[in-house]
């Protein structure tokens, strides 16, 4: 089977960047150019507090909507947190789950996330699981091993029927926001291990079906060789995905790439 089956996701993370009303700015001007094309599937993700006032810019573009986190659980006491259903109610579609930030400052475990990722398949959210080494387990050559062990962990019951809802993120963490990149490369051969491992787990039909992202400072000039890599189905973007124009550039490689 080939690449073909799967449209591009370019997918911004904005992390703890844009108040509502600079939200809105910057989608607007990404809605000019992206909102009304469907090659490549648009994604971005602001925080919490810009999801309402940007879904009512996007309600008529072909732009979707994502979160950076959620709660597994449907409500009760758990103070600043959110569930699915809450952010269903705002029109999100996605959902960032395990982003090494989280992991890192956050204690976030696999076994955990898996929860989420359990809850946001069951509130109709696409988790987008996050998987990636560090620079000290790169170095000791233990990336496959810990990517296997993440992507197990987290995707650990996920019924097979729901497994076309899943979007990986593969995000080196030692390439995130550092300005340092795997090389297309050093990327392609840990997408095909959780593509082998995604076979493993839900047969090869919809492992063929299941997007994989690469993370880690995806910029104009170096996603388009990247995206090019048969198993890389787009990007998970960080700070190139707060300029427009930067974010706009990613978008048309990917489309390129389709066309
Ligand atoms: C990210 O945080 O998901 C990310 C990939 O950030 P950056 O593009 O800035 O490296």
Redesign the pocket.
Same mark, same amino acid.
């Given at each position: 089977m080939s690449k073909a089956v799967r449209k591009y996701l370019i997918a911004g993370?904005w992390?703890m960047n844009k108040n509502a009303a600079e939200a809105v700015d910057l989608v607007k001007e990404l809605q000019l150019e992206a909102g009304d094309q469907f090659l490549v599937s648009v994604l971005v993700c602001p925080p919490f507090t810009a999801l309402e006032s940007v879904a009512g810019i996007i309600e008529d573009s072909s732009i979707h909507l994502g979160a950076q986190n959620m709660h597994p659980e449907p409500s009760g006491a758990y103070t600043g947190e959110v569930s699915a259903e809450m952010l269903r109610h705002l029109f999100v579609t996605f959902v *960032?789950l395990g982003?090494?930030?989280r992991r890192q400052y956050f204690n976030e475990t696999d076994a955990f996330i898996n929860t989420k990722v359990l809850a946001a398949l069951n509130g109709s959210l696409k988790p987008i699981v996050?998987v990636g080494e560090t620079l000290e387990e790169r170095e000791a050559e233990r990336t496959l091993e810990v990517v296997s062990s993440q992507v197990k962990g987290c995707l650990e019951g996920v019924p097979e029927e729901k497994a076309d809802q899943l979007v990986i993120?593969y995000?080196p963490v030692w390439? *995130?926001?550092? @300005?340092k990149?795997a090389t297309p490369e050093m990327a392609q051969e840990v997408h095909a291990l959780i593509r082998g491992l995604l076979k493993e787990q839900f047969g090869e039909v919809m492992a063929e079906r299941i997007r994989i992202l690469y @993370? =880690?400072?995806?910029?104009p000039d170096n996603a388009y060789e990247l995206l090019s890599q048969e198993d890389i189905d787009g990007?998970? *973007? @960080? =700070?190139?995905?707060l300029q427009a124009r930067a974010f706009l550039k990613i978008m048309e490689s990917a489309r390129a790439l389709s066309s």
């Amino acid at each position: 089977m080939s690449k073909a089956v799967r449209k591009y996701l370019i997918a911004g993370n904005w992390k703890m960047n844009k108040n509502a009303a600079e939200a809105v700015d910057l989608v607007k001007e990404l809605q000019l150019e992206a909102g009304d094309q469907f090659l490549v599937s648009v994604l971005v993700c602001p925080p919490f507090t810009a999801l309402e006032s940007v879904a009512g810019i996007i309600e008529d573009s072909s732009i979707h909507l994502g979160a950076q986190n959620m709660h597994p659980e449907p409500s009760g006491a758990y103070t600043g947190e959110v569930s699915a259903e809450m952010l269903r109610h705002l029109f999100v579609t996605f959902v *960032i789950l395990g982003h090494s930030e989280r992991r890192q400052y956050f204690n976030e475990t696999d076994a955990f996330i898996n929860t989420k990722v359990l809850a946001a398949l069951n509130g109709s959210l696409k988790p987008i699981v996050c998987v990636g080494e560090t620079l000290e387990e790169r170095e000791a050559e233990r990336t496959l091993e810990v990517v296997s062990s993440q992507v197990k962990g987290c995707l650990e019951g996920v019924p097979e029927e729901k497994a076309d809802q899943l979007v990986i993120a593969y995000e080196p963490v030692w390439a *995130i926001g550092t @300005g340092k990149t795997a090389t297309p490369e050093m990327a392609q051969e840990v997408h095909a291990l959780i593509r082998g491992l995604l076979k493993e787990q839900f047969g090869e039909v919809m492992a063929e079906r299941i997007r994989i992202l690469y @993370g =880690g400072s995806m910029k104009p000039d170096n996603a388009y060789e990247l995206l090019s890599q048969e198993d890389i189905d787009g990007g998970l *973007i @960080g =700070g190139a995905s707060l300029q427009a124009r930067a974010f706009l550039k990613i978008m048309e490689s990917a489309r390129a790439l389709s066309s």
